[in-house]
């Protein structure tokens, strides 16, 4: 729980208990059902300061498992990207295998036109 929760409940807490006794202090009635009333009016501020601490505890708890879901859920979708990417760098690189074969090839059956052109038109000039 943040301090703000923590300093809220304390604050509740002992504003209620001041309050009570204030309010039970200046009422006529005995010491005894005095001291009665002290005690419930502490005992119901307890409670209720119970109350709110499981409240906030619960709503707490609630927001981490979002959280904690919400990061699980990311997580696979960053690991469906990477494969998704993996297999783009794959393919591509494959074509670019397969550009660099066929680059070769065109390129040693354009060497191979050459010389054999050559080769022809050195037999047609006489020596």
Excluded: C, H, N, W
Excluded at 71 to 85: D, N, P, Q
Aim: hydrophobic share 35%; glycine share 8%; proline share 2%.
């Amino acid at each position: 729980m943040s301090d703000r929760g923590v300093d809220f409940l304390k604050g509740l807490f002992i504003g209620g208990l001041i309050g009570a006794v204030l309010g039970v202090l200046y009422a006529p009635k005995s010491g005894k059902e005095t001291r009665e009333d002290i005690a419930q009016k502490t005992e119901e501020l307890k409670a209720r300061a119970r109350d709110e601490y499981e409240l906030a505890l619960e709503k707490s708890k609630k927001a981490y498992e979002a959280a904690v879901k919400r990061l699980r859920e990311v997580e696979i979708s960053a690991k469906e990207k990477v494969e998704e990417v993996e297999s783009k760098v794959e393919e591509l690189t494959e074509r670019g295998k397969e550009t660099l074969q066929e680059g070769k090839g065109r390129l040693k059956r354009a060497i191979d036109a050459g010389v054999e052109a050559f080769k022809e038109e050195k037999d047609k000039t006489p020596a």
